[in-house]
């Protein structure tokens, strides 16, 4: 059993930058599949960020060159660093975890994913 835990949220104004984590617990998470999702309110929850086993990473068009996303495997983290942000960016973000995964040009659908933390907000104001 994986256990994903997010921090690092809060409120910031246009043009800030927050770095959220993900402390990942339960078993070594170096061949996960790992990934950043987010929901706006009354909106559906999207793919922001995803990072292979291997180290190769992909984005949404909409953060392509403000977000990065990385991983510390001696410390079982994930992280989002964001930057430039804009109030577009304003949602409720999760980490998620998986296995069997297939690298592609565009993050994995939600559904492929099968651990999850539990939400950190970001406001962008």
């Known amino acids: 059993h994986v256990q994903l835990v997010e921090s690092g949220g809060g409120s910031v104004q246009a043009g800030g930058s927050l770095r959220l984590s993900c402390a990942i617990s339960g078993r070594p998470n170096e061949n996960y599949f790992l990934a950043w999702f987010r929901q706006p309110p009354g909106k559906e929850r999207e793919g922001v960020a995803a990072v292979a086993s291997s180290g190769s990473t992909t984005y949404t068009d909409s953060v392509k060159g403000r977000f990065t996303i990385s991983k510390d495997n001696a410390n079982n983290t994930l992280y989002l660093q964001m930057t430039s942000l804009e109030p577009e960016d304003t949602a409720m973000y999760y980490c998620?975890?998986?296995?069997?995964?297939?690298?592609?040009?565009?993050?994995?659908?939600?559904?492929?994913?099968?651990?999850w933390g539990q939400g950190t907000q970001v406001t962008v104001s």
């Open positions: 998620a975890a998986g296995v069997n995964v297939r690298a592609r040009d565009y993050v994995p659908p939600a559904s492929v994913f099968g651990y």
